[in-house]
């Protein structure tokens, strides 16, 4: 498998505590080590403007996605109009900033000179 990785998704389904959420998705990247990620919030970048055209969610509406990996985690995000626009950056229009939260477990701490 070339580039950085595999991502995997499928509209719906069900999160942590039977939640409901608008979609799933799975991320692999076997060419860095990572037999499979269990939350990637870099896809999120690129499923959030996808998913929100395919929903028909409108530009800062809040889409909840679950990735399903053995520890997985869900994903609040937005696409939301950045400082070009709300048709700048994203293919079809609809923003050009994806904003994610959700909560997170460090697993390094470090410092840059």
């Known amino acids: 498998m070339g ?8 509209a719906g389904g069900v999160g942590e ?10 991320f692999w990247a076997p060419n860095f080590g990572i037999p499979e990620d269990p939350v990637t919030g870099s896809a999120y970048c690129g499923l959030a403007p996808y ?3 395919v929903l028909g969610v409108a530009a800062g509406g809040e889409l909840i996605g679950y990735q399903a990996s053995a520890r997985g985690g869900m994903v609040r995000c937005a696409v ?6 709300v048709e700048g950056g994203v293919e079809g229009g609809g923003g050009d900033r994806v ?3 959700g909560y997170a477990v460090s697993v390094f701490k470090g410092e840059i000179l």
């Open 3 to 10: 580039g950085r990785g595999l991502v995997a998704t499928a």
């Open 17 to 26: 505590g039977g939640v409901a959420v608008d979609f799933v998705c799975r």
């Open 51 to 53: 998913w929100s055209r």
């Open 80 to 85: 939301v109009p950045g400082e070009g626009g």
């Open 99 to 101: 904003l994610i939260r």
